[in-house]
């Protein structure tokens, strides 16, 4: 798993997240660390041009997540955006779709990015199709930078969807008499490759994804 830390200027985080899959061997936590700092460059490379100038990437961290045990690695800076100051609302961000081959109901992989400035909206629910135009080359360049980050034993990078849940199953509260579900976890996670990224062209929200943990 690789999360981006993003620092939007006045102390808010913002962050993104994504999965890749290895065919090679496990990483130790160099390994990790070695392709956590190609990371960061890739997205400045890539991905600087779409966020405002207020806002920065300061910390990519990566996990091996094939066991309980497995490595991890990070890299820390500050890469700032160079987009243009008239930045938008902490909360609004570009939602980036993972779509992959596999038909289902529920949640679909995706990515939200802080990123996006005043002039790139249409109004104030949709983006230009100039910036999500951006945002597709932007980070389909990104990606294959990533794909091209392993470690020596990594064998091929993938960019992939990872389902942990199907189904659920109503819970009922003995004193409220409230009904939730509760999703049902399952024995082995679910793997797709990501077939294509897809630029939405509605503005998205982090909600309490403006917070790391």
């Known amino acids: 798993m690789i999360s981006m830390k993003h620092g939007l200027g006045d102390g808010t985080l913002a962050i993104s997240r994504f999965f890749e899959h290895y065919s090679g061997t496990a990483p130790v936590n160099a390994d990790l660390a070695t392709m956590a700092s190609t990371v960061f460059t890739a997205w400045g490379t890539n991905l600087k041009s779409l966020m405002d100038t207020g806002g920065a990437l300061i910390e990519v961290d990566i996990i091996d997540l094939s066991s309980s045990t ?8 500050s890469t700032s955006g160079t987009r243009g100051a008239s930045f938008i609302g902490a909360s609004s961000c570009l939602v980036a779709s993972y779509k992959i081959a596999r038909r289902f109901r529920g949640g679909h992989a995706r990515g939200y990015w ?12 949709t983006w230009k ?36 849940y199907s189904g659920f199953t109503v819970v009922t509260n003995p004193i409220t008499h409230r009904a939730r579900n509760v999703p049902t976890l399952r024995g082995t996670p679910l793997r797709d490759d990501v077939q294509t990224v897809v630029a939405n062209a509605q503005v998205g929200s982090q909600r309490r994804r403006d917070a790391y943990h």
């Open 129 to 164: 199709s100039t910036f999500t135009s951006a945002a597709k080359t932007g980070l389909d360049a990104f990606f294959t930078a990533v794909a091209a980050a392993g470690w020596g034993a990594a064998g091929t990078l993938t960019h992939i969807s990872v389902s942990y």
């Open 114 to 125: 802080p990123f996006g400035i005043q002039t790139d909206l249409n109004d104030r629910n």
């Open 70 to 77: 497995g490595a991890g690695g990070s890299s820390t800076g």
